[in-house]
């Protein structure tokens, strides 16, 4: 009986420990383009803008356009990749979860959680983007 409940507790443990990792997925939509200049910035210059935070962040992310207003930026480290999907115009930009390695993504009853990390390096994505946005 004592052999049980050992395997019964440390279960539990162990899933409280994996379930601690893990956090609703955030999706940013439509987060306004706001300029430091307060002038409205042109759908290519938040583009660049865009291109800039990915390339000249604090991490190092890959970014390839794929389509005139939109770009996948994917960032790798160690044996975890994450991908988001940004798309844009000259008034609004989003960001969406696109893809994952090794990062217990999951998609259940649709809700969709993942690893804590990726939300702390898709915020600070999105505040890079805020960062070169308040150049123009």
Do not use: C
């Not at 939509?29 to 290519?44: E, H, I, L, R, Y």
């Not at 865009?50 to 480290?77: F, L």
């Amino acid at each position: 009986m004592k052999q049980i409940l050992f395997v019964v507790a440390t279960s539990l443990i162990a899933f409280g420990a994996l379930a601690r990792d893990l956090a609703p997925v955030v999706d940013y939509d439509n987060v306004a383009v706001v300029t430091g200049s307060g002038k409205p910035a042109s759908a290519q210059a938040v583009g660049v803008a865009i291109s800039n935070a990915v390339a000249n962040g604090k991490r190092a992310w890959n970014v390839q356009r794929t389509a005139a207003d939109k770009m996948r930026a994917t960032y790798h480290v160690r044996q975890h990749t994450i991908a988001v999907d940004i798309g844009y115009s000259d008034k609004v930009y989003s960001i969406h979860y696109a893809a994952s390695d090794n990062m217990k993504f999951s998609d259940a009853d649709g809700k969709k959680t993942i690893h804590a990390f990726y939300n702390n390096w898709v915020d600070e994505l999105k505040r890079g983007i805020s960062a070169e946005l308040s150049k123009l």
